[in-house]
């Protein structure tokens, strides 16, 4: 599409995360070259943003998320619409629908794969034919696994003339915390998955995002309590792996197999050396197995809803998100055994003051990096917009990408 007044129209900008985006696109695209607006669903917590964030002028539009007509008129605005309106389960499917249909581009923070899957099965090939480039995960989950693969496989191919057939990417830190919108995304699948064993089946399958004919068979390893000769460190499983590895597997996918037929891609999180290494693996492992069996057992789930866990709208304070940042160590192995490291970082917590900064530079690099040569889909942060994407990151949002 051509000729709107915005390139990029940012709805939900009162959420959590939304309101540090607002700040952040107020700071940074100072120059004018790319028109925003805000959107949400209440026009006095759009004003109250704008006051508070010294943004003057700024159109401000007013949709619900279950009101189509008022999110086609947004659409039809704007190149690209950036959302951070979720549990996108609740909240997301009008949206992509409008989207795929207007040839709007589209991109959010979603990491719940059960709902990406159902809106791929539902308007791939409405986005196809009208050119609206579909890019979820485009926050700390999948961003830095998705580009951190890419990058590592760039320079495996440049030195060795192989990609890797087998990457662990490892958490070596992360200073940081959730928001409500995360947790109640997180509880909102552990709800639907209670309910459908066909969902509890697909979430098993790490291909789950992949195209339908993908042809992958590999088993992958999954991550326990163990120690990791090649990091010298103990490890324990890592949340995030269950989205970011389908992320990457499906750039795999959509990029003709790149990585290979047989790739295998696990993420884990460093514990260190040691008694305390191998005590602090458990405890991470065991915290993860507790919470899950938490949020699924209604009661606890109550309770834990009520006085523990944070509220949507609330997480991490200014100071938390500064003092913040994530620091993931890539290694790969080509056919041949050679290999090769890398490692991405960021300078905020990552759930927050990261991920509003990367999703920013995602919609802007949407709206005027993509080659036109790309046609409309269910794209990847990799596959749509790779090196292009990593350049932003690293000039515009702290983010570094280096060769070890
Ligand atoms: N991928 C990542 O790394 C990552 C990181 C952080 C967050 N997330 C995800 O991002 C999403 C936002 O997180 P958050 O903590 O910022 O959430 P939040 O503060 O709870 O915000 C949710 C937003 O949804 C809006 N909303 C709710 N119902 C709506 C409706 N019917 N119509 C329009 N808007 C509606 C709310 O509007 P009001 O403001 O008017 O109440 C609010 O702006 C969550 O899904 C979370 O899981 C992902």
Request: glycine share 10%; aromatic share 8%.
């Amino acid at each position: 599409m051509t000729n709107q007044p915005f390139d990029i129209i940012l709805y939900g900008a009162t959420s959590f995360v939304g309101q540090i985006m607002t700040r952040y696109m107020h700071e940074t695209f100072t120059d004018g070259s790319i028109k925003w607006a805000i959107a949400g669903r209440s026009q006095s917590k759009l004003e109250k943003l704008s006051a508070d964030t010294g943004l003057s002028g700024i159109e401000m539009i007013v949709a619900d998320a279950h009101d189509e007509a008022a999110l086609a008129v947004m659409a039809a605005r704007t190149n690209v619409v950036v959302s951070t309106v979720g549990p996108y389960a609740l909240y997301g499917d009008t949206l992509v629908k409008v989207c795929a249909e207007s040839g709007t581009h589209y991109c959010d923070l979603t990491g719940e794969p059960q709902w990406i899957r159902k809106m791929q099965k539902a308007h791939e090939a409405t986005a196809k034919k009208s050119g609206a480039r579909i890019v979820h995960c485009c926050g700390f989950d999948s961003i830095p696994s998705d580009l951190g693969v890419h990058f590592l496989q760039k320079h495996a191919q440049k030195q060795f003339g192989h990609t890797c057939d087998d990457i662990k990417m490892r958490v070596v830190k992360m200073k940081g915390g959730a928001s409500g919108g995360t947790i109640a995304s997180m509880i909102n699948m552990v709800k639907e998955a209670s309910k459908d064993a066909e969902l509890r089946k697909e979430l098993k399958n790490p291909y789950s995002l992949c195209p339908p004919d993908h042809g992958f068979t590999t088993r992958q390893k999954i991550v326990k309590t163990a120690y990791d000769e090649d990091y010298k460190s103990y490890i324990a499983p890592f949340i995030m792996e269950g989205i970011n590895a389908r992320v990457v597997h499906r750039s795999n996918a959509l990029s003709g197999n790149l990585y290979g037929d047989d790739f295998l891609y696990q993420e884990a999180m460093v514990t260190g050396k040691g008694g305390r290494g191998r005590r602090r693996a458990k405890m991470t492992g065991f915290g993860m197995g507790a919470l899950m069996a938490g949020i699924a057992i209604p009661p606890t789930r109550w309770v834990m809803e009520k006085f523990v866990l944070p509220k949507p709208g609330e997480g991490p304070s200014p100071e938390d998100q500064k003092s913040g940042s994530f620091d993931l160590l890539f290694m790969g192995t080509t056919p041949d055994g050679n290999t090769i490291k890398c490692r991405v970082t960021g300078d905020r917590d990552p759930g927050y003051g990261s991920t509003a900064k990367m999703l920013a530079q995602a919609a802007a690099c949407m709206a005027k990096d993509v080659a036109k040569s790309k046609k409309g889909g269910f794209w990847t942060p990799a596959t749509l917009m790779g090196d292009k994407l990593i350049k932003r990151l690293q000039t515009y949002a702290g983010l570094t990408f280096d060769l070890e």
